[in-house]
Structures are given as C-alpha cells and as structure tokens.
C-alpha cells in the first residue's frame, strides 16, 4: 500500500509514546497487507498506542501499562464479545510494544455532561458486567476513560490499569467497589438527585486503601503528574472525544 494513502491524527504524545487515530489506510499499514486487514475484518478506524516512542527511561513502564490493556481488552473480547467494539474498545494487536485496538465513537464524559439518570444506570450496569468477568478497571476516577456514546449509551476506555482476576478474591472485590464509588462520584457530579441511600452510604464510605492514597500516595502522584509530567486529572481528555 502506498505511504502517501496513509491517514493518521495524533491524539496525544507524552512520555510514554504517542497516541494516534489510524483511518482504514493506516491501519492496513500498521497490521499488515491491505488484502490481510479486509480478511481479518479489521474496522476503518483504529487507535495505536506506540510505546516504542517513549522516553528510554519510562519505556519499560509504557510498555507494561499497554501490555496490562491489552491483556484487559482480550478478556473482555473474549468473556463479553457482543460488548467488544461497542462498550469497550475490541483488541486487534499487541506486538512490538504498539498496542492496535478498536476507535469507539462518543464524547467524553466530562464533555457531554450526562444528566440523564438512565446512562449512570446503564453505566454501572455495563461496570457490573465487567466485574462480573473478573476484570477491574481501576481508574474509573478519570472521566476521560468513560464516554458517552451518540446514542447516549456508555463505553468504557484506557485500560492501562485493568486487572484480570484469576479468583474473585477479597482484594478483587474491593477493587470493584473502587470502581463503582468512582462511578458514583460523578454521578453524583452530573445526576446528583438520583443517588440512593445505598449509593450514598458507598460514597461516604472509601477503602482504606483508597483513604490510605488520598492521605499518602496521592501527593506523590500529584507532584510527579502535575509538577514533572504537566499531566491532570483529565489528561487526555482531548483525544477521547470520539475514540
């Protein structure tokens, strides 16, 4: 294929590699002959997250963190197909530290703004299903990683800190109640008048390890994210608008 029918849009470029938004021909470059990528079925639009591109001293944990994606975005397609593509990103390939996976199409949340009481439900229905797989998100605190899609259903991105669990075990459980009280933070941000007694007791009711960072870790991270990295709490928040 001709490298002048190439299409790409960087969405992000830190130091942990780049970000792109790969249009059809792109992605028929990136995973192989033009011929290959309509007999894998593979989807007009992509997003490639390159690690191969980031600084030598945090290559070794870009690559991680996308390896730990790409094995939650297998599970997910594996144990939730009629999901993948959808609700979450579908994995297409892991190889050389560059991670190709499905673009989903939507706003995100703290773009959209999502009111309605029918999309917190649905989204922590969709959370539950996850779970349920054994399969936690665990950064659900960033509204860039939860979308809503044109149809005002939610998708759910970024899982570079998912975890696939092999037992349902007490620190599995804990880290989907995280989950879900992250969820209800912003629910209680966009749809605060929908929030149950149950719901209200969760969120007045932290983990100790989520009080544990929030006293210790979380300074630490803030100073090496906002102060070192220039990163936010929303970072990335402008290459998941529509991914």
Same mark, same amino acid.
């Given at each position: 294929?001709?490298?002048d ?7 992000k ?18 995973a ?6 309509v ?32 094995r ?6 594996e ?10 990103p ?59 899609l044109p ?9 570079q ?5 092999? !037992? /349902? &075990?007490?620190?599995?459980?804990? +880290?989907a109640?995280?989950? @879900? %009280?992250? *969820?209800?933070?912003? !629910? /209680? &941000?966009?749809?605060a008048?929908? +929030?149950?007694?149950?719901? @209200? %007791?969760? *969120? ?10 929030r006293?210790?870790?979380k300074?630490?991270?803030?100073f ?17 608008g529509?991914?």
């Amino acid at each position: 294929m001709a490298h002048d029918c190439l299409q790409k849009t960087l969405l992000k470029s830190d130091l942990f590699g780049t970000v792109e938004h790969l249009h059809s021909t792109e992605a028929a470059a990136q995973a192989g002959s033009a011929e290959e990528v309509v007999a894998a079925g593979q989807p007009q639009e992509m997003v490639c997250r390159d690690t191969t591109k980031a600084r030598w001293w945090v290559r070794p944990l870009a690559i991680y963190l996308a390896s730990r994606e790409a094995r939650a975005l297998i599970a997910l397609n594996e144990r939730l197909p009629h999901l993948a593509g959808r609700r979450f990103p579908r994995m297409i390939q892991w190889q050389g530290g560059i991670l190709l996976r499905t673009w989903v199409e939507g706003q995100a949340m703290q773009h959209a703004k999502p009111t309605s009481t029918l999309y917190h439900q649905q989204l922590l229905q969709l959370t539950a299903q996850v779970h349920f797989q054994g399969i936690t998100h665990n950064d659900l605190a960033k509204e860039p990683n939860v979308l809503v899609l044109p149809d005002g259903t939610p998708a759910l991105l970024d899982l570079q800190l998912g975890r696939v669990a092999r !037992k /349902r &075990t007490a620190w599995f459980r804990l +880290l989907a109640r995280e989950d @879900l %009280r992250h *969820l209800l933070k912003h !629910k /209680r &941000t966009y749809c605060a008048h929908a +929030l149950t007694e149950r719901e @209200l %007791r969760i *969120l007045a009711t932290p983990s100790w390890p989520a009080r544990l960072w929030r006293n210790t870790g979380k300074r630490v991270y803030l100073f090496i994210t906002r102060r070192i990295l220039r990163w936010s709490d929303r970072e990335g928040a402008g290459d998941r608008g529509g991914r």
